[in-house]
C-alpha cells in the first residue's frame, strides 16, 4: 500500500521518524549550504529535477525490476495533483488523474530517453505556477530505432497542503527525427 505525499498518515509518521546519523566526513561538498529557504523558492525546479530523472530511468529498459518500477511509478505519480492531467501528444496519449498517471509510468514508452530541459521559465502566483521548458532527448524506441527528439513541456503547478504539485503536464514533440538522418528533409 502506498500513501500519497499528502497523506495526513504519513505526513505525521514522518514527524516521528529517526533518521539515520549523519557524519560531517561522510558529506560531499560541505562548501555548499542548501536551506530551508533555497528548498522553499526552488521547490518547482526540484520537482521537475525528480520527474526528469524517473522520466530517464522508465525509459531505459532494464534499469529497475518490474515491482520496483511499480514503486517508482506510485510515488512519481503522487508529484501530480490528484485530478492532473498528463499530456504526452498523440505520440504519448493522454492521462487524467493520478491513478492513470501511476499506470502510463508502469509502461515505458521507449528504452533509452535522456532529458535535456533547458530554458525554464518559471511564474509563481501565490499557490499556483506555470513552468515552461525547452527539451531535446536522445531516444531509442521500443524496436531499438536511434532518435532525436526535440520539443517544449508546459507544467502547471499547484500548492496543496504545503506541497508543490503538477496539475498539469504537457509535451509538444517539435520533431522525432531518426539520428543518423536527422531532421531536415533530404
Known amino acids: ?22 557524519k560531517p566526513d561522510d558529506v560531499p561538498h560541505k562548501d555548499i549550504e542548501i536551506t530551508e529557504q533555497f528548498l522553499h523558492d526552488n521547490t518547482e525546479l526540484l520537482l521537475h529535477a ?15 525490476d518490474s515491482d520496483a518500477l511499480g514503486r517508482i511509478a506510485r510515488d512519481v505519480s503522487t508529484l501530480f495533483s490528484k485530478d492532473a ?13 493520478r491513478q492513470a498517471i501511476y499506470e502510463r509510468f508502469r509502461e515505458p514508452t521507449l528504452k533509452f530517453s535522456w532529458h535535456y530541459f533547458v530554458k525554464p ?28 527528439m526535440a520539443g517544449t513541456e508546459e507544467d502547471e503547478y499547484v500548492r496543496q497542503g504545503g506541497l508543490w504539485l503538477h496539475s498539469s503536464m504537457k509535451l509538444r ?9 536527422g531532421w531536415a528533409k533530404r
Open 85 to 97: 492531467i498528463w499530456d504526452g501528444g498523440s505520440g504519448l496519449g493522454i492521462c487524467r488523474g
Open 50 to 64: 525528480c520527474k526528469t530523472l524517473f522520466d530517464a530511468a522508465m525509459e531505459t529498459h532494464g534499469v529497475v
Open 121 to 148: 521559465r518559471i511564474d509563481v502566483d501565490g499557490d499556483r505556477a506555470r513552468g515552461s521548458w525547452d527539451i531535446l532527448a536522445p531516444c531509442t524506441s521500443r524496436d531499438d530505432r536511434l532518435l532525436w
Open 1 to 22: 500500500m502506498y500513501c500519497p505525499l499528502d497523506c495526513e498518515y504519513l505526513q505525521e509518521a514522518r514527524r516521528h521518524e529517526k533518521l539515520p546519523e549523519l
Open 173 to 181: 514533440v517539435i520533431f522525432m527525427a531518426p539520428h543518423d538522418r
